[in-house]
């Protein structure tokens, strides 16, 4: 019987294909696989092939796009076979194929839509070695091993794979299933050497095999904190319900919800309050310990559970009681102690818990502070203070959102927190100096705060809840009020605080800054004598400035000289001696009528120091303010003004000489822009006058040059309030005569030779008198100024009030 004749494959495979473009990956000969195709172009492809011979050529794209030519697409290929087609709803099909043969494109024949090409069969390169024998063998073992451990490799994949009895097919196998790229499967795909595309496999095979065993690691560890986990959670519930049937405290979380959970329902919140705290305890309640939420979650809880909610008990402070302990704690200031009795008288006659707030306005060391103490301490309130000086963020003041790290409520909030009362006196120190940044202003910030008719419902951003800050007693401070906002100002009720003159600050230094001194320097008040001079010539050569801030420093300075000499006295050497070395100390901190201060007094004879002038220029040098340095309008061309400023009242020289030669006027000594407007008026006001009531010839102008200075040339001045005392000094120099002794003077000067009012008063009085001035010009339109001032600070001193400039020049230059 004859054999009959085979026909090769590729004598049955045409020279032409149509190509459908792959996105994905290539495909592999002897593979049986499903294709999903959408493209409209591709799609008809497979339309023409089902109606005809049913071959196709799929070859990967080098670049993806939609409209793909001849050119995109690799050199080499795949031949296919359709076995099934499915039509889909969206017009896509669904094919199932039998690849055949690898091909290379030889030649164009329609570059796009369909693409078709001229191609070449590509036949396996074939090496029946036993190196071939070996590497299908360990294809086959390497691959079994990555097939137990993955679950995504089928018993029908396992059995596929044994089956195949070519080694080149078992390599296009193995490299069609493996996560491979597909750029690496499209190399496989061109390599025809069976050896070396076996090879290569391998090479993929091994890179498979190391994942797995990172990935089955990976697992084992997660898999080992998942039972560690359980484990001491089964361990911990365990531990926790035999804690609660033995009556112990459970964990830190369920105690800390407790704590939390027994507060909150004391303090019976209603409304919006109510829901937001409850909203907030049930999630810390759910939320794992070791998270950072629940540190946010418990710290917030924390800051509203510590906030008096509550309201405060109702005042019940006596007016004298209150009148006492301000007379105790400050002397003077009779006009501002008689305002804040008064103050306080309403809030007990209204029987009104809500607050006030007070704005003291006064120089450095005037005692706004110890001040805001002592209200404190009359109305039986907790005190609590903050200065606000250079503050630029107004989270200061409104707090944190709670979204930022770190985030913490404002200063009214942790006060609050801090006192735990409702109903504390706040000070708010350096009102004045608050600055504006990118961050904000602090200074709006404080419109809520200090404004009655909204901070009764004020929002912190921290707390994000409306709580009641209405009854807290504010007290704020400032050195000027020139820099605070006008809205701010409008809300508080100003009260000044004028310097102090000499006498007071001898019986400020007698009553609080000598014993206060003395106990911090560690002596006795038997150690120390100073008589009223000494303490005069303090005030006057060393502390001239409008407080005692100063005078308290030279005070400690003297007494630590006082205390080294004591120590090393042969006294103090030999009583520490007899004490075997322990020391005798003085010690200042101890009351006087302590036990253990009257043992620590050095033996021996009493040291006494009386300080008198020679003592205190040896201690603290010779005087900053000699006595010689007191302003004097003492030759023709001075006088003497007063000036105000942020440390209070200040005296002013101003002269003014001639010199022959071209007609001409120049000012020196820092003047501001209003203040040499006003020399300027001066200056034609006193040609006007030289001329008309005094007979200057005008040739004297103009053969002489006039030069206006005020000393000082390193300190800006301003103001329109010296303009009277520059006139003064021009007529006084134009006349040749020197101006009434001891007479100093204030008021704006306008053109036509009107005295206008000025500000500052008080200060300027003070300054005054500090100076030993006995005669103050002022405008007559300040007089009612004058009865906001003290009588001890007006004593010897005469008030001159005028309306024209005229009266000015018949009290200090007389004819």
């Not at 090769?8 to 792959?22: C, E, N, R």
């Not at 006030?356 to 209200?375: A, F």
Request: glycine share 6%.
């Amino acid at each position: 019987m004859p054999e009959q004749s085979v026909v090769p494959i590729d004598q049955i495979l045409p020279p032409k294909l149509s190509l459908v473009a792959l996105m994905g990956r290539p495909i592999f000969p002897g593979i049986f696989t499903p294709i999903m195709i959408g493209n409209p172009a591709d799609v008809k492809v497979i339309d023409d092939a089902v109606a005809g011979d049913g071959l196709i050529g799929l070859v990967m794209l080098m670049n993806e796009t939609e409209s793909p030519a001849i050119g995109d697409l690799y050199k080499v290929g795949t031949a296919a076979k359709i076995v099934k087609k499915i039509n889909l709803p969206d017009g896509g099909v669904n094919i199932f194929i039998s690849t055949l043969k690898r091909f290379r494109i030889k030649k164009s024949l329609n570059p796009a839509n369909p693409i078709v090409a001229a191609v070449a069969y590509l036949e396996d390169e074939e090496d029946n070695t036993s190196e071939v024998k070996a590497l299908t063998r360990a294809l086959i073992s390497e691959m079994k091993q990555i097939s137990e451990n993955n679950p995504l490799f089928s018993e029908e994949m396992r059995l596929n794979m044994i089956n195949i009895d070519h080694p080149g097919k078992i390599a296009d196998f193995i490299a069609s299933i493996l996560n491979i790229d597909k750029t690496e499967q499209q190399k496989i795909l061109e390599v025809l050497n069976v050896r070396k595309r076996m090879e290569q496999v391998l090479v993929f095979i091994k890179k498979e095999q190391e994942l797995l065993r990172i990935q089955k690691r990976i697992q084992k560890e997660i898999n080992e904190k998942i039972e560690k986990s359980q484990r001491d959670y089964f361990l911990k519930e365990e531990l926790k319900a035999i804690k609660t049937e033995l009556g112990m405290t459970t964990d830190a979380k369920s105690s800390e919800y407790q704590r939390f959970k027994e507060k909150i329902d004391a303090f019976k919140f209603e409304g919006e309050v109510k829901e937001a705290v409850e909203q907030e305890l049930e999630k810390l309640n759910l939320m794992d310990p070791n998270s950072a939420e629940f540190t946010v979650t418990r710290n917030y809880l924390d800051v509203i559970v510590n906030l008096p909610w509550n309201n405060p008990e109702p005042e019940n402070f006596d007016l004298t009681d209150a009148r006492e302990i301000l007379e105790k704690d400050h002397y003077g200031l009779r006009d501002v102690k008689t305002r804040i009795v008064e103050y306080l008288a309403v809030r007990k006659l209204r029987r009104d818990t809500k607050g006030s707030i007070i704005c003291l306005v006064g120089p450095p060391g005037v005692g706004k502070t110890s001040l805001g103490k002592s209200v404190a301490r009359a109305l039986g309130k907790q005190f609590f203070r903050f200065s606000v000086g250079g503050m630029r963020d107004e989270a200061e003041i409104k707090g944190h959102r709670r979204t930022y790290i770190g985030a913490m409520p404002g200063k009214i909030i942790q006060g609050l927190k801090i006192v735990k009362n409702k109903a504390p006196v706040f000070m708010i120190d350096e009102i004045d100096k608050m600055g504006v940044s990118f961050q904000g202003d602090p200074a709006s910030a404080l419109l809520e705060v200090l404004d009655p008719e909204q901070n009764s419902s004020f929002r912190d951003h921290y707390l994000d809840l409306p709580f009641d800050i209405s009854h807290i007693f504010f007290i704020v401070t400032a050195n000027t009020l020139d820099t605070i906002p006008p809205p701010l100002l409008d809300r508080m009720e100003i009260i000044q605080l004028p310097g102090y003159i000499d006498q007071e600050k001898i019986e400020i230094a007698k009553r609080y800054l000598i014993p206060k001194s003395l106990e911090k320097s560690g002596l006795k008040k038997s150690h120390v004598k100073y008589s009223q001079q000494s303490l005069l010539h303090i005030a006057n050569g060393y502390a001239r400035e409008a407080g005692v801030r100063n005078f308290e420093k030279n005070l400690d300075k003297i007494h630590r000289k006082l205390a080294k000499q004591i120590v090393e006295s042969e006294e103090f050497k030999a009583g520490n001696k007899k004490d075997g070395g322990e020391g005798p100390q003085v010690k200042g901190a101890l009351p006087e009528s302590s036990p253990e201060r009257n043992e620590a007094v050095p033996p021996g004879p009493p040291v006494k120091f009386t300080i008198d002038k020679k003592l205190i220029e040896k201690h603290l040098g010779k005087p900053l303010f000699p006595e010689e340095v007191l302003k004097r309008a003492d030759r023709p061309g001075m006088s003497v003004g007063l000036a105000w400023t942020n440390m209070g009242g200040d005296t002013l020289v101003i002269e003014a000489i001639s010199v022959a030669g071209k007609e001409g006027f120049t000012l020196t000594g820092k003047m501001g822009d209003t203040m040499k407007e006003s020399a300027t008026i001066a200056m034609t006001l006193a040609r006007k006058l030289g001329a008309e009531r005094y007979g200057i010839d005008t040739v004297w102008f103009e053969k002489n040059h006039i030069h206006l200075h005020i000393p000082e040339g390193a300190t800006p001045k301003d103001g329109p309030s010296a303009g009277i005392t520059m006139a003064t000094a021009l007529l006084s120099l134009i006349r040749n005569r020197v101006i009434t002794d001891k007479m100093v003077m204030t008021g704006e000067l306008s053109l036509t030779g009107q005295v206008l009012p000025i500000g500052g008063l008080k200060e300027k009085t003070i300054a005054a008198q500090r100076n030993k001035a006995r005669h103050i010009i002022i405008p007559k339109q300040n007089l009612r100024d004058l009865d906001e001032i003290p009588d001890h600070v007006k004593k010897g001193i005469e008030f001159h009030p005028v309306e024209r400039f005229e009266e000015v020049l018949a009290l200090a230059l007389p004819d």
